[in-house]
Each structure stands twice: as structure tokens, then as C-alpha cells.
């Protein structure tokens, strides 16, 4: 069994940082993709970030230049550093990996729990 679990968010006034983190762990062999992606209240989920295991990086325009997207391979480890907040950022964000379990195995996607962040002074 795969699980990723998030951790990092919280409440925090706009133009403050936060930074989620989002670790793999189980019955892994490979993993390729990993990413964020949020739900605001009343609205569908949508990409926030990924990056490849080369470590390619891909942002929605609406994070570009506030937020950056990092991974520890070794760790099987996802991060999201957000700096300058705002309150329209407040969603629930989960993390997303690509993972094979074993050699010759299929590619499956997982996600994490999910985890608050809310934006407010």
C-alpha cells in the first residue's frame, strides 16, 4: 500500500508564507510526477504546481512567482514554499504523486488527505 501524507498548513494573514510538505511511503519502486492541486470552497479542484522526477517544475499563472515547488527524491518527499498569500488562496490543497509499487507494475496516482490552508487577517 502507497500513502502520502501533507502536512504544513494552517491559518496565516495575507502576505505571510507557509510551506507543505508531502511524503510517500510504502510499497514504492519508482515515482515519477508529483504536484499540488487545491479546492477553494464551491469551486473544482485545480493544479497548483507539479514537477517531474527530473525536477521540471509547471505552475498555474496564478501562483507564478509566489509559490515554488520542490521535491527530495530521496525522501519521496513533495514541497510547496508560498510566500505573499492571499485570501484567495484559502482552499484545501492535496498533494498528487505518480507511483510505481514495483517492477513491471502499472503507474498509479495517488493523492494525499488534504490539508487547510486559510488566508485571512
Known amino acids: 500500500q502507497v500513502q502520502l501524507v501533507e502536512s504544513g498548513g494552517g491559518l496565516v494573514q495575507p502576505g505571510g508564507s507557509l510551506r507543505l510538505s508531502c511524503a510517500a511511503s510504502g510499497r514504492i519502486a519508482s515515482v515519477y510526477n508529483m504536484g499540488w492541486y487545491r479546492r477553494a470552497p464551491g469551486k473544482q479542484r485545480e493544479v497548483v504546481a507539479s514537477?517531474?522526477?527530473?525536477?521540471?517544475?509547471n505552475y498555474a499563472d496564478f501562483v507564478k512567482g509566489r509559490f515554488t515547488v520542490s521535491r527530495d527524491n530521496a525522501k519521496n518527499t513533495v514541497y510547496l514554499q508560498m510566500n505573499s498569500l492571499k485570501p484567495e488562496d484559502t482552499a484545501v490543497y492535496y498533494c498528487?504523486?505518480?507511483?510505481?509499487?514495483?517492477?513491471?507494475?502499472?503507474?498509479?496516482?495517488?493523492w494525499g488527505q488534504g490539508t487547510q490552508v486559510s488566508v485571512s487577517s
Open positions: 498528487n504523486a505518480e507511483i510505481r509499487s514495483w517492477r513491471g507494475a502499472p503507474v498509479d496516482n495517488y
Open positions: 514537477i517531474s522526477s527530473g525536477g521540471a517544475t
